[in-house]
């Protein structure tokens, strides 16, 4: 394993990775395709062990991932209905 990403990890956590040689990468909340993405072209940031949520931040992150998620659904539904 060379990289773990996360929504989020203790201090603790993310030393002991690191310790092995593993990247960590936290505050990613979207789908594990979009976070695929988006380290494979190196624009993942992250890597700060969680000092406290802001939950409101937290949600809306989750929501907008879960937004992105139905629209593609949607899509791929409309396009198998137009078939």
Do not use: N, S, W
Not at 3 to 19: D, L, S, Y
């Amino acid at each position: 394993m060379e990289v773990i990403v996360t929504g989020g990890m203790g201090p603790r956590a993310v030393e002991a990775f690191r310790e092995l040689g593993i990247k960590v990468f936290t505050g990613t909340y979207c789908t594990v395709k979009e976070a695929l993405e988006v380290y494979l072209k190196g624009e993942l940031k992250g890597g700060e062990p969680c000092k406290g949520h802001d939950e409101l931040k937290v949600l809306r992150d989750r929501a907008d991932a879960l937004q992105r998620q139905l629209d593609a659904l949607l899509r791929h539904i409309a396009e198998l209905e137009g078939r």
